[in-house]
């Protein structure tokens, strides 16, 4: 029987997001506070013909595919020659400001460097990740921090709220270009987002911390406004749109106001999400029979 690995790849949501100046090669420096949430996709590899599956039929599994770019970086630079059935069961919208494509990218690196016994250390794994997009990095390293520069500068911190989190999925995409496209830069932000993830709580966030892309998400995509005023309106201590959406998150002290609000929104059809207190993700690889 053939060896069945099996591993997480879970989201993160952006505790404020400040965007400080767009630089010479288009992209932006920024800096937010960057922590996990349980929604996840599930890998499932196995030796065989090297062969991408996709549970979401919408998603591309070619060379544009970020699992498929991970690959071809191992096979080019770190002398990955085995090939793999790699089958990922989606559920991390995309389009979501959530990391969904970085998260699995990282997964899928972490992943073949175990199977295929390929030597790299933490920090090789890094340097590939940046290669591929500026969340992997995070996902790499598996603990929540605080990101600067196009965001894969991580100091690790430690900002887990330790509160509930409750994530929407609008089922509409939102355009990372577009929304940094009509962001004005702020090199000097009223408050240090630093400061304010460990100083404050997050009552005090509502005043404190801010997304910057929600002034060029909200106008053209009214609905993501809507579910954040909806997470207020629930009971929800802080509530904000994640990376440049489309997704929204409120975050609540007590469960069954929590509880209340994911069901809520299940009921109203949108895809949704509930964090317990402290979370830690098990980024563990692990085999099975198959």
Same mark, same amino acid.
């Given at each position: 029987?053939?060896? $069945? +690995?099996?591993?997480?790849?879970?989201?993160?949501?952006?505790?404020?997001?400040?965007?400080?100046?767009? $630089?010479?090669? =288009?992209?932006?420096?920024?800096?937010?506070?960057?922590? &996990?949430?349980? +929604?996840?996709?599930?890998?499932?590899?196995?030796? /065989?013909?090297?062969?991408?599956?996709?549970?979401?039929?919408? !998603?591309?599994?070619?060379?544009?595919?970020?699992?498929?770019?991970? @690959?071809?970086? #191992? *096979?080019?630079?770190?002398?990955?020659?085995?090939?793999?059935? !790699?089958?990922?069961?989606?559920? !991390?919208?995309?389009?979501?400001? $959530?990391?969904?494509?970085?998260?699995?990218?990282?997964?899928? #690196?972490?992943?073949?460097?175990?199977?295929?016994?390929? /030597?790299?250390?933490?920090?090789?794994?890094?340097?590939?990740?940046?290669?591929?997009?500026?969340?992997?990095?995070?996902?790499?390293?598996?603990?929540?921090? &605080?990101?600067? =520069?196009?965001?894969?500068? !991580?100091?690790?911190?430690?900002? *887990?709220?330790?509160?509930? @989190?409750?994530? %929407?999925?609008?089922?509409?995409?939102?355009?990372?270009?577009?929304?940094?496209?009509?962001?004005?830069?702020?090199?000097?932000?009223?408050?240090? #987002?630093?400061? %304010? #993830?460990?100083?404050?709580?997050?009552?005090?966030?509502?005043?404190?911390?801010?997304?910057?892309?929600?002034?060029?998400?909200?106008?053209?995509?009214?609905?993501?406004?809507?579910?954040?005023?909806? $997470?207020?309106?629930?009971?929800?201590?802080?509530?904000?749109?994640?990376?440049? /959406?489309?997704?929204?998150? /409120? @975050?609540?002290? *007590?469960? &069954?106001?929590? @509880?209340?609000?994911?069901?809520? &929104?299940?009921?109203?059809?949108?895809?949704?999400?509930?964090?317990?207190?402290?979370?830690?993700?098990? *980024?563990?690889?692990?085999?099975?029979?198959?």
């Amino acid at each position: 029987m053939a060896d $069945l +690995w099996i591993s997480n790849s879970y989201a993160k949501i952006n505790l404020g997001l400040n965007v400080l100046e767009k $630089l010479d090669s =288009g992209y932006h420096a920024i800096e937010s506070g960057f922590c &996990f949430i349980e +929604w996840n996709d599930r890998f499932e590899v196995k030796p /065989g013909r090297m062969h991408l599956e996709m549970s979401d039929p919408k !998603i591309p599994v070619d060379e544009s595919n970020l699992i498929v770019k991970a @690959i071809r970086l #191992l *096979q080019q630079d770190a002398g990955l020659k085995d090939e793999y059935n !790699i089958k990922v069961e989606k559920n !991390i919208p995309t389009g979501a400001g $959530l990391g969904g494509g970085s998260s699995n990218a990282a997964t899928a #690196l972490k992943m073949m460097n175990k199977i295929a016994n390929l /030597g790299l250390t933490q920090h090789d794994l890094i340097e590939f990740g940046k290669k591929l997009g500026a969340d992997v990095p995070f996902f790499i390293k598996g603990e929540p921090g &605080f990101a600067t =520069g196009l965001g894969h500068e !991580i100091q690790e911190l430690d900002i *887990q709220p330790d509160a509930w @989190i409750v994530t %929407v999925y609008p089922n509409i995409e939102s355009s990372t270009a577009e929304a940094y496209q009509m962001c004005e830069p702020n090199p000097e932000p009223e408050f240090s #987002l630093k400061n %304010v #993830l460990l100083e404050e709580e997050p009552e005090e966030w509502r005043y404190l911390l801010l997304n910057e892309l929600e002034k060029a998400v909200f106008p053209r995509l009214h609905l993501v406004g809507n579910l954040k005023d909806q $997470l207020y309106e629930f009971g929800a201590e802080y509530a904000s749109m994640s990376g440049s /959406g489309s997704s929204v998150f /409120g @975050i609540f002290e *007590q469960d &069954f106001v929590a @509880i209340n609000a994911y069901e809520s &929104f299940h009921k109203l059809g949108f895809p949704a999400n509930l964090t317990r207190p402290k979370f830690e993700p098990d *980024q563990g690889i692990y085999l099975k029979d198959d």
